[in-house]
């Protein structure tokens, strides 16, 4: 028996194919990386932060370094666009491990998977923002998903986390069943899972009034807003985010659904650019029937937690307006919103993990009473992010909706922009109600708060700094949206 014939020949593998998915590969590395470390030299469990802010700083350099022109046989594409994508998922991890150790610390729970768990989250997030395939999509969207769906979970101690869990599964499986049935749809009627090929047979073959497109077309859209939590798909939201880990509700709300919107770009300019007058206006609906949902129900709300839960909903609402419109301008819109809702929200979830401590009966509203005497600082800082979520200049949330509406207004859709003025209006009352109770109320029972840890320290300078320096010059992320679109 000739036994060469056992041994791969590596000749016929052209290895320059993998090197457009170099930054997901190191990232993954890493990841494997800090498991073997974990597990071989547990005493050095304090380091699993910093080794994972210094790893994922390496692969945010690589993705901003590299750029390959795409091949006609790629499911992945090394563009600007995925760059930036994954540019604003890696930002949220380096913040949301940043943050872990001094949450960890409150509840006294030094898990080290939880860094690698969410380090290969993020490999998914990079391969669904550089997909170009039906199939490489899905991978990213599972990839993503069930590293989550363990995090969620992770302190079994605590009741809450199981049901938030539990919830989150289900409703992530339904949500994934739907895109996956759209896709078969769409592949069956194609013959190709190639978005830029599919779309290409749809024009060319004359399938635009096709019944069986639209149902393609309709699970899509009710998977992909299930994922990024659009109304009436966000039921699992705010339960979900209230029983998680507060900082693995930071991560949730911001990176996930950056990818979500990325896809959502994907498939919505590659596959259906000649249906927009068929999703357009649904998108539009959907947006406003977000944004009054989030903004109004937040109102009510006593838990400072669920109450950003309900923000975090309205916010997407606000990001869909980019897609609303339809164009180039808009979607450069929606992706500069959410680089921006990166900064604020992770932010203001950095000051309720100080506030809170770990305990559930300290995420109340109330917690934040006269935190302006108790540290002047922090209360400066949550004074930042309020009035960036609100929509208050000179911060990022102002620059980031002022795009969103006027690529909407351009694109006819006054009375959708005008709505979201009303709310968005609707929306200072419960941001600054935040402010009020820090700097007019007296702060009730005990005062003293922990000294933030250096990395929590980190994490909020960034934060503070991001969201200022995104206001005063929106400009330039503006322009580098722009230039991450160009082909």
């Given at each position: 028996?000739?036994?060469?014939l056992?041994?791969?020949?590596?000749?016929?593998?052209?290895?320059?194919?993998?090197i457009?998915a170099m930054?997901?590969?190191?990232?993954?590395t890493?990841g494997v990386v800090?498991?073997?470390l974990?597990?071989?030299?547990?005493t050095?469990?304090?380091l699993?932060?910093?080794l994972?802010?210094l790893g994922?700083?390496?692969?945010?350099?690589?993705?901003?370094?590299?750029s390959?022109p795409?091949?006609?046989?790629?499911?992945?594409?090394?563009?600007?666009?995925?760059?930036?994508?994954?540019t604003?998922?890696l930002?949220?991890?380096?913040l949301?491990?940043?943050?872990r150790?001094?949450?960890?610390?409150?509840?006294?729970?030094?898990?080290?998977?939880?860094?690698?768990?969410?380090i290969?989250?993020?490999?998914?997030?990079?391969?669904m923002?550089?997909?170009?395939?039906?199939?490489?999509?899905?991978l990213?969207?599972?990839?993503m998903?069930?590293?989550?769906?363990?995090?969620?979970g992770?302190?079994k101690q605590?009741t809450?986390?199981?049901?938030?869990?539990?919830?989150y599964?289900?409703?992530?499986?339904?949500?994934s069943a739907l895109?996956l049935?759209g896709?078969?749809?769409?592949?069956?009627?194609?013959?190709?899972s190639?978005?830029?090929a599919i779309?290409?047979?749809?024009?060319a073959?004359g399938?635009?009034?096709?019944?069986?497109?639209?149902?393609a077309?309709?699970?899509m859209?009710?998977?992909?807003?299930?994922?990024?939590?659009?109304v009436?798909?966000?039921?699992w939201?705010?339960?979900v985010?209230e029983?998680?880990?507060?900082?693995?509700?930071?991560?949730m709300?911001?990176?996930p659904k950056?990818?979500?919107?990325?896809?959502?770009g994907?498939?919505?300019?590659?596959i259906?650019p000649?249906l927009?007058?068929?999703?357009?206006?649904v998108l539009a609906?959907l947006?406003?029937?977000?944004?009054?949902?989030?903004?109004?129900?937040?109102l009510?709300?006593?838990?400072?937690?669920?109450?950003?839960?309900?923000?975090?909903?309205a916010h997407a609402g606000?990001?869909?307006?980019?897609l609303?419109?339809?164009?180039?301008n808009?979607?450069?819109?929606?992706?500069?919103?959410?680089?921006i809702y990166?900064?604020?929200n992770?932010?203001?979830f950095?000051?309720?993990?100080l506030l809170?401590?770990g305990?559930?009966?300290?995420?109340s509203?109330?917690?934040?009473?006269?935190?302006?005497?108790?540290?002047?600082?922090?209360?400066l800082c949550?004074?930042?992010?309020?009035?960036?979520l609100t929509?208050?200049?000179?911060?990022?949330?102002?620059?980031?909706?002022?795009y969103?509406?006027?690529s909407?207004?351009?694109?006819?859709y006054?009375g959708?922009v005008?709505?979201?003025?009303?709310?968005?209006?609707?929306?200072?009352f419960?941001y600054?109600?935040?402010v009020r109770?820090?700097y007019?109320?007296?702060?009730?029972g005990?005062?003293?708060?922990a000294q933030p840890a250096?990395?929590?320290?980190?994490?909020?300078?960034i934060?503070v700094a991001?969201?200022l320096?995104?206001g005063v010059a929106?400009?330039l992320?503006?322009?580098?949206?722009?230039?991450?679109?160009q082909?």
């Amino acid at each position: 028996m000739n036994t060469r014939l056992l041994v791969p020949n590596s000749a016929a593998f052209d290895w320059s194919t993998a090197i457009p998915a170099m930054p997901e590969l190191v990232l993954l590395t890493i990841g494997v990386v800090l498991v073997a470390l974990d597990l071989f030299v547990p005493t050095q469990r304090r380091l699993l932060p910093w080794l994972t802010v210094l790893g994922v700083s390496v692969t945010l350099l690589l993705n901003l370094g590299m750029s390959f022109p795409l091949r006609p046989d790629s499911m992945l594409a090394n563009d600007g666009y995925a760059a930036f994508f994954s540019t604003l998922c890696l930002g949220c991890v380096i913040l949301t491990a940043l943050m872990r150790e001094m949450y960890a610390e409150q509840v006294n729970s030094h898990q080290g998977e939880f860094y690698y768990l969410l380090i290969f989250a993020a490999v998914g997030m990079m391969i669904m923002a550089a997909a170009v395939d039906l199939m490489t999509i899905y991978l990213g969207l599972e990839l993503m998903a069930l590293p989550i769906y363990v995090l969620v979970g992770m302190q079994k101690q605590e009741t809450r986390t199981s049901e938030a869990a539990a919830k989150y599964f289900l409703t992530g499986v339904f949500a994934s069943a739907l895109l996956l049935f759209g896709m078969s749809l769409l592949y069956g009627l194609t013959g190709t899972s190639n978005l830029t090929a599919i779309g290409h047979y749809i024009a060319a073959h004359g399938l635009l009034s096709n019944s069986a497109l639209l149902v393609a077309l309709a699970l899509m859209l009710a998977g992909l807003c299930f994922k990024v939590a659009v109304v009436p798909f966000h039921m699992w939201t705010p339960d979900v985010y209230e029983g998680a880990p507060t900082v693995l509700t930071a991560f949730m709300s911001v990176a996930p659904k950056a990818a979500g919107f990325a896809i959502f770009g994907r498939i919505l300019f590659s596959i259906f650019p000649e249906l927009y007058g068929n999703w357009g206006p649904v998108l539009a609906f959907l947006a406003i029937l977000t944004m009054a949902i989030g903004n109004i129900v937040a109102l009510a709300q006593t838990s400072l937690k669920r109450m950003l839960a309900y923000s975090a909903i309205a916010h997407a609402g606000y990001a869909l307006l980019g897609l609303v419109a339809g164009t180039a301008n808009g979607m450069m819109a929606t992706m500069s919103y959410l680089f921006i809702y990166l900064f604020m929200n992770m932010g203001a979830f950095g000051i309720l993990i100080l506030l809170a401590r770990g305990q559930k009966s300290r995420e109340s509203i109330d917690s934040c009473k006269g935190l302006a005497g108790r540290n002047p600082l922090l209360a400066l800082c949550m004074l930042v992010f309020m009035f960036s979520l609100t929509g208050i200049p000179p911060t990022g949330g102002f620059a980031g909706k002022f795009y969103l509406f006027q690529s909407a207004l351009a694109a006819g859709y006054t009375g959708t922009v005008i709505i979201a003025v009303l709310l968005s209006a609707v929306s200072a009352f419960f941001y600054l109600r935040i402010v009020r109770l820090m700097y007019m109320s007296p702060a009730d029972g005990e005062v003293a708060l922990a000294q933030p840890a250096t990395a929590m320290v980190v994490a909020l300078v960034i934060s503070v700094a991001g969201t200022l320096l995104l206001g005063v010059a929106p400009g330039l992320l503006f322009d580098w949206a722009g230039v991450a679109l160009q082909p």
